[in-house]
């Protein structure tokens, strides 16, 4: 169903420096007119914007060349500017629709967008019709899509045939954008090819491939012949306890939101935790095969279980293969870096672990941070939150880094940290609390490894693995701080209002409590003198407080609802993230309205 909009908005410009996946083409709206256009404002780092590219391509297939999604890459980070670098994440995520480079934000601000992902429908007549933040609409875009198609294919305006996607040829390299890699008894190395949905030994020398487990395809099937779907982490267990599980790998199967065990001697392989279904809200069980995850990244065995770096939901997780359960071990679900016990930390997408001791180090991307979890408390050494990085060695409490993905630990006590959007090899010495960067000019290195006495580096988008010279070095770059229009507001008390309606034939769900829940934070901390924490419901007074004149609130909001008629209803869970940029001034705004749409 199409909802009733009270005014007709013409659909803005599509500008920006270029495109991709069309041949070349420059397209405009006039050129779509007739097809039902979603624009999809994302950025190549957001875990949430990886979420939706998987949500829309089933509507993709479903309604065939009647829908053209748009993908407007709006940067987030500064290596998110460069167009090789976007080049390399449109294949590197399978994106299969036109792509609209737009680095200077200009089609974003024409839309007002606010927050990564963002979803825009056009009707075929070139008109806006919904707008939506976050991720988990893809049934709401296809009542939606469904309502327009019926709608415009009634009027005869509605054009189901052609499309302007043009497929970029496929390369040949012997591994494409590999993701982690690890150590094998007897000196070869397993790596996950993760655009190739596979894995694959090397030989000692790197380069020369022994064995393949996968059939190469987008999937989820166990057995001798198995599927993957973009798998990252890889975690060999201890001989007993791969003893008793009767597999000897763990891999994080990161789309599927799966984490399988690999038997190395024969690649049989089976399912061990999740549904194949992306986590949206607890279901009040631990057995691993009932658990529903999000975007499992990377793996590591420490404090006798395997912990897994769930980065889409900004957690890390603990899974046990002999008692099979799996449970959360460390945050809150809240996006942002707060240390502390580890039932209250927040975390920001974490995409690297490496197990020294007592010590276990993550490499937490979205806040580029390096921290560490010791004695049941989280730590961090390097990183100053969701909008801040750069490339700056020296004290760890000066450093900065930018979204950096991979992380071990050198047999000289150092962590060396793949700083991926920087392109370097970084180190960071718990003796002298000093960082340095050891390699530089490196393509998206996501994963180190220390072999042999070497250290090796996934570099990600050069599609192999390397070993750098290694120079240790001081640079000193430029800080970066990402900045967004603000929201006036006024000093003092603000009132928060999330606004919510069920979506038609459904209803809130209170089997388990209240079905809403908010949750309030804020960058820098300090900027809420009350307000900050889980509330349950969608209407809350903040304070914020003097002397503070900018910041970020960062606001989740979930709700959950189920069929309303159904004789089984189904539950369905609305989750939505916002981080809305304040600037308090006398003249702003009391009220801030935040819509969440189901």
Known sequence: MVPKAQSRVRAARLEGRGWLN???????LDSLKGKIVVLDFWTFCCINCLHVLDELRPLEAKYGDAVVVVGVHSPKFEHERDPQALAAAVERYGVEHPVLDDPDLKTWDAYAARAWPTLVVVDPEGYVVSTMAGEGHAEALDRIIGGLVETHA?????????????????????????????ALPGGDVLVSDTARHRLVRLAPDLSTVKTVIGTGERGRADGAAPEFNEPQGLVLLPADVAAAAGYDLVVADTVNHLLRGV??????????????????MDNGTDAALDVDLSSPWDLAWYDGRVVVAMAGIHQL???????????????????????????????????????????????DSETSALRYVEDGAMHTV????????????????????QHPLGVAVLPDGRVAVADTYNGALRAYDPRTGEVATLASGLAEPSGVLALGGKV?????????LAVPDLSEAAVSG???RVTRKRTRVAPGRVRLDVLFEPAQGQKLDYTYG???????????????????????????????????????????????????????????????????????TGDGVSTLKLVLRS
Request: with cysteine.
């Open 22 to 28: 069309t041949g070349g083409a420059r397209l405009d």
């Open 154 to 182: 009634a009027k005869g305006n509605l054009d189901p045939e052609g499309s302007p996607y043009v497929a970029a040829p496929p390369a040949e390299t012997a591994l494409r954008f590999p993701g982690k890699a690890i």
């Open 263 to 280: 038997d190395l001697a024969t690649g049989f392989t089976t399912t061990v935790a999740g549904t194949g279904s992306q986590w949206r």
């Open 317 to 363: 997780w603990a899974f046990d293969p002999v008692a099979r359960t799996v449970a959360p071990y460390a945050g809150t679900t809240v996006e942002s870096l707060k240390d502390g016990p580890l039932d209250q930390v927040w975390m920001a997408q974490p995409s690297g672990l490496a197990a020294d001791g007592a010590r276990l180090w993550i490499a």
């Open 382 to 401: 390097v990183g100053q939150g969701l909008f801040d990085f750069g490339h700056v060695d020296g004290p760890a409490a000066d450093a900065l880094m």
């Open 456 to 464: 090796v580096v996934v570099e990600s988008a050069a599609h192999r």
């Open 478 to 480: 430029q800080h970066h």
């Open 514 to 584: 209240s079905p809403v829940q908010v949750t309030v934070s804020a960058d820098p901390p300090q900027l809420l003198a009350e307000g900050a924490g889980r509330t349950e419901d969608l209407t809350r007074e903040l304070v914020l407080a003097d002397g503070i004149e900018k910041g970020v609130l960062q606001v989740v909001a979930q709700a959950a609802t189920c069929d309303a008629e159904a004789e089984h209803p189904a539950c369905h869970l609305t989750r939505q993230d916002w981080g809305v940029p304040v600037e308090i």
